[in-house]
C-alpha cells in the first residue's frame, strides 16, 4: 500500500465572472475555505485581493501570500510555487474571473500538482463555458472548446469554416471565446462566413444581471443586432439540419 504524504492540498478556488457578489454563484464552502487559506496563486494581484475582500471581509490582507501567475512568470518562479504545499501548507489556486485551471494558465500548476503527488481538491463554482453549453440547448454530449480564434480576419473566416465542418461531420457542438472588445467582430465573421442553417449560439455576461444567452440559426441571426460590444461572451456553433 502506497504510503500517504504530508503535503498540503491544493484547492482550486472558483471566483465570480463579474462584478456580482460572491455569495450570490458561490457556495458557502468557498468562502469558508477562502478564510481558511493564506498562500493564494492568482493572475492578478489586484483583482484577487478585491474579490477575497468581497468573500472574506474579516480577512487580514497582511496574511495573505500571493503568488502571481501570467505571462511575465518566469518557469523559476513557477517551479517554486507549490513548495508551501510541500511543507505541508495547503493552498488556493484562484482565477482572475470563474474556474482555475480551464481557458486559465492555472492548468500549469495543477499539472505540477499531480506530479510531485500533491492532492488537488476542486471547489464548486461557475465556469463561463459549462453555464454557455447547458443554456445554449445545442449538443451537451459531445462538445469540444477551441479557445480564441486567430486575430488576422482572414485566418479567423477558415478558423470558422474548418470548426463548421467539423461540428458536421461529428455532430459536435463548438465553442470559443473571445476578448470582449472583439466580440463584435467575430459576431459579423460568423454571420459573413457560416452556412444559413447554422446553429450560433451567444452567451453574454453570464450569471450577471445583463445575461444574455439566444441560440438562432445564421439566417435568423442575420435580422438580430445582438449588443455584444465589450461583453464578455461565448460563442457555441452546432450543424443545422
Known amino acids: 500500500m502506497e504510503k500517504e504524504n504530508t503535503y498540503g492540498t491544493l484547492f482550486l478556488i472558483p471566483s465570480t465572472l463579474g462584478d456580482n457578489s460572491p455569495l450570490e454563484v458561490l457556495p458557502l464552502s468557498v468562502k469558508t475555505k477562502v478564510e481558511e487559506l493564506n498562500h ?6 489586484k483583482a484577487a485581493r478585491r474579490f477575497i475582500k ?3 471581509p474579516n480577512k487580514s490582507q497582511d496574511a495573505l501570500n500571493l503568488y502571481p501567475l501570467n505571462k511575465f512568470t518566469t518557469q523559476e518562479e513557477i517551479a517554486t510555487y507549490l513548495n508551501p504545499c510541500l511543507e505541508g501548507v495547503p493552498m488556493g489556486l484562484m482565477s482572475d474571473a470563474g474556474t ?39 449538443n451537451g454530449q459531445s462538445f469540444a472548446f477551441n479557445g480564441y480564434l486567430p486575430v488576422d480576419q482572414k485566418q479567423r473566416k477558415q478558423a470558422l469554416l474548418k470548426f463548421e465542418k467539423k461540428a458536421t461531420r461529428e455532430n459536435q457542438a463548438q465553442l470559443f471565446i473571445e476578448t470582449p472588445y472583439r466580440s463584435t467582430v467575430l459576431f459579423k465573421d460568423l454571420i459573413s462566413t457560416l452556412l444559413p442553417s447554422t446553429l450560433v449560439c451567444i452567451a453574454c455576461d453570464l450569471t450577471l444581471s445583463t445575461e444574455f444567452i439566444k441560440t438562432l440559426t445564421i439566417q435568423e441571426w442575420k435580422k438580430q443586432k445582438p449588443d455584444v460590444e465589450k461583453r464578455p461572451c461565448i460563442f457555441i456553433i452546432e450543424a443545422g439540419f
Open 100 to 138: 482555475p485551471g480551464v481557458a486559465d494558465p492555472g492548468a500549469i500548476i495543477v499539472s505540477k500538482a499531480h506530479k510531485i503527488r500533491v492532492v488537488v481538491k476542486p471547489l464548486v463554482g461557475p465556469s463561463s463555458l459549462i453555464l454557455a453549453m447547458m443554456s445554449s440547448g445545442l
Open 40 to 45: 493564494f496563486i492568482i493572475e492578478n494581484e
Open 54 to 56: 468581497k468573500l472574506a
